[in-house]
């Protein structure tokens, strides 16, 4: 799986930062379900966290460049 990463990432460079927003939040929500009890947050509440982090994600690469 972990040699896929470039290959998605390449993938998601030519969609749009929209694509790429989605696909860091998307990870994000895998992390952050793995290591939370069930029923500890509310669904929306993860939502809004895995999209904060996924735009800190594209500013932290926007300005790394």
């Known amino acids: 799986m972990m ?5 998605v990432l390449a993938e998601l460079r030519g969609a749009g930062d929209d694509s790429l927003r989605d696909w860091f939040a998307g990870q994000a929500l895998v992390g952050m379900l793995a290591s939370m009890k069930e029923g500890s947050c509310a669904y929306g ?3 809004e966290g895995c999209y904060f982090m996924a735009d800190a994600m594209i500013e932290a690469r926007e300005t790394s460049r």
């Not at 040699?3 to 290959?7: L, S, W």
């Open 45 to 47: 509440e993860i939502a």
């Open 3 to 7: 040699e896929d990463i470039p290959k």
